[in-house]
């Protein structure tokens, strides 16, 4: 089996920076072990998916033996780790110059899915959060690591799954009880479908979002950290006036509209009973329904992005407790 980075999956392999330009010291390729279950039987806690074996880069900002960083898990969008104008590369570059490790993971190639653009119903909408998880229990035990320092980073598809990974069940469901993530930073999420107690968020989260955005709307996570900010929570909304989707992919400094790509803002989505049921059928909701558009764009937007890079850092030394 090949993985993204062309080396295939290579377990402990450490590799020195190839690119003139590149803003890490060392490099190392990993393997570890997920499941792949569908939406309900991961809303259900259950933990009898097929195993997979998946394939993750980690970037370090030094390459001192005996030094401890802290880290970012990168969660990809539905066009891969190379999809959507190459965003997951941009922070791959940008988080090691402050001193920050990163670590992101394929979710797809191992199994056997290039792109779910054009067919969301591949692999469960929060498959990845079992994957941030897994990702989570390797990354910790890695000698240069700080293992109470492990942010988790999505985008688009991969945000739904990082956003809701700092919900308390699925840490007990997926997650170890001495692990936690510090911090959940989401790019273009979708929070438009309620779940269970979806207001039982344990760290701080960070919303970043172009008001432009016509894949995923940012109404639905100003509205769903309006509500969490009521309750107390530590949780931080940003819009950026006229970007749209992919903010951040350099790849698409031409606007892209992509004919082909899912979209569902018109979906009414509940969870019911550990199901995800569409409320104005009041049947388990699929990528078939009549509600599920085609139609988006994304473009790169060069203010937005460099903003983006300063909010998410800033964020994360506070959550780091970094001086």
């Given amino acids: 089996m090949k993985s993204y980075f062309g080396a295939g999956i290579v377990a402990g392999m450490m590799l020195l920076a190839s690119s003139a330009n590149a803003q890490f010291a060392r490099q190392e ?139 308390e069940r699925f840490r007990k469901s997926y997650g170890s009880p001495e692990l936690q993530f510090a911090a959940h930073i989401n790019l273009y999420a979708n929070c438009g479908w309620s779940l269970k107690d979806d207001d039982q968020v344990m760290k701080p989260m960070l919303f970043l979002h172009g008001s432009a955005d016509d894949w995923v709307l940012p109404t639905s996570c100003r509205e769903y950290a309006a509500r969490l900010s009521k309750l107390g929570k530590n949780v931080r909304h940003v819009e950026y006036p006229n970007a749209q989707h992919a903010y951040d992919a350099p790849g698409l400094k031409t606007q892209l509209k992509i004919a082909a790509a899912q979209k569902w803002n018109d979906c009414k989505v509940g969870e019911e009973n550990g199901v995800l049921t569409n409320k104005d059928t009041s049947k388990p909701f699929t990528f078939g329904d009549a509600c599920v558009q085609k139609g988006v764009t994304v473009a790169y937007d060069e203010d937005a992005t460099r903003k983006s890079f300063e909010e998410v850092k800033n964020f994360l030394k506070e959550a780091y407790a970094l001086k």
Avoid: C
């Fill in 29 to 167: 390729l990993l393997a570890f072990q997920s499941i792949t279950l569908s939406d309900d039987d991961l809303l259900q806690g259950k933990n009898d998916g097929k195993a997979v074996t998946l394939a993750a880069r980690l970037l370090l900002p030094g390459a001192a033996a005996d030094a401890k960083y802290p880290a970012v898990i990168l969660i990809h969008g539905s066009g891969g780790v190379g999809g959507a104008g190459a965003s997951v590369a941009q922070w791959e570059r940008e988080l090691p110059t402050a001193g920050i490790a990163v670590f992101t993971v394929d979710s797809f190639t191992g199994r056997g899915i290039v792109s779910t653009v054009a067919d969301q119903s591949q692999l469960g909408r929060y498959n990845a959060i079992v994957d941030a998880y897994r990702a989570l229990e390797v990354l910790a035990k890695h000698r240069n690591i700080d293992a109470t320092k492990i942010a988790v980073m999505g985008f688009s598809r991969g945000a739904q799954s990082s956003t809701y990974a700092n919900l």
